[in-house]
Structure formats: structure tokens, C-alpha cells
């Protein structure tokens, strides 16, 4: 098994995040845990969290959770914004929807969308559990397929083609 990372850290000394060196602080961040194992669960994570409906707080339970599993709290934040308004969220109501209903969500109008807004939100958590997961999956496959990618060439450069 393959244990290098795909970054090696610039400031082996320089452990800890702290405002007096911003530029050493964000390479660090960006280098931690840079496997290619650990950025594929890591962009997996940010995008299954959000698909969650966790409004207001999805960087902030990401940022906590990837920092808590000791995966890449850079990665986990940047993939999570692939599920950003209106794409994601509007799949995950059509599969709570159809869910719910066994039908899909075909009326798109301020009724639906505004007066019955809590019926969405409970519609948007258990369609967030399929389309999540799934969609965490498939981003996960390709961040790993892109790092390893990345690490074959960084192991031998000379067989790039352009």
C-alpha cells in the first residue's frame, strides 16, 4: 500500500495554524492529510454533508467533522460547494418527493416552494439521504482516480503527454 502523499508540507516546523503567518498557515492546510485515499473520503464527506440540509452551518459541521476524522479540511470544504443551490437541493426534494409521495414534484410555483417550505425542508433531509450518498460516491471515485493520477506523475514526469 502506497502511504506518500501527494503534497509534501513546505514547513515541516511549522505544525500549527496561527494569524501572524497566514501563507505557512493556508500551506499547511492545503497539505494536510494529502493522501489520495484521505482527499477522496475527504471530498466524499463535504459532499455528502452538503447535500444536507443543514442551512447556515455546512462549513462549520464540515470544517468540524473532516478535522475531527483527520481528513483534509480544505478538500472536504471545496467539494462540498458542488452541491450548492439550485441543482443539488432540487434533487434531493424531487427524491424526497417521489419518496414520500411516489411521484415526482412537477409543480414548481410559490406555493409549493414557499408556503409549503417545511414540507420541502423534511422532503429535502430524506432525499438528501439517497442522492448524498451517491452522489458522495461518484466524487469521491474521481477525486481518488485524479490524486493517484497526480502521484504518477509526480513519480515519473518524463511520462506526461501534452
Known amino acids: 500500500m502506497n502511504r506518500q502523499k501527494l503534497v509534501q508540507t513546505f514547513f515541516p ?6 494569524i501572524r503567518h497566514p501563507i505557512q498557515s493556508i500551506r499547511l492546510l492545503v497539505t494536510e492529510n494529502a493522501r489520495p485515499a484521505q482527499l477522496a473520503m475527504a471530498a466524499a464527506l463535504g459532499v455528502f454533508l452538503g447535500a444536507l440540509p443543514l442551512i447556515a452551518c455546512h462549513s462549520i459541521v464540515i470544517i468540524m467533522l473532516a478535522g475531527l476524522l483527520r481528513l483534509n479540511r480544505v478538500a472536504a470544504l471545496t467539494a462540498s460547494q ?3 443551490p439550485p441543482v443539488a437541493p432540487a ?11 411516489g411521484a415526482w414534484l412537477t409543480e414548481i410555483s410559490i406555493k409549493t416552494l414557499g ?3 417545511p414540507l420541502r425542508l423534511w ?6 439521504l439517497i442522492v448524498g450518498p451517491i452522489l458522495a460516491g461518484v ?5 481518488w482516480a485524479m490524486a493517484m493520477g497526480a502521484m504518477r506523475i509526480k ?5 506526461v503527454e501534452l
Not at 516546523?13 to 496561527?18: G, M
Not at 422532503?123 to 438528501?128: C, M, R, T
Not at 513519480?155 to 511520462?159: E, M, R, V
Open 123 to 128: 422532503e429535502w433531509l430524506l432525499g438528501s
Open 139 to 143: 466524487v469521491g471515485l474521481v477525486v
Open 115 to 117: 408556503y409549503e417550505a
Open 13 to 18: 516546523e511549522a505544525d500549527k495554524i496561527s
Open 91 to 101: 434533487l434531493c426534494i424531487e427524491a424526497g418527493y417521489w419518496l414520500r409521495h
Open 82 to 84: 458542488l452541491c450548492m
Open 155 to 159: 513519480a515519473d514526469p518524463s511520462k
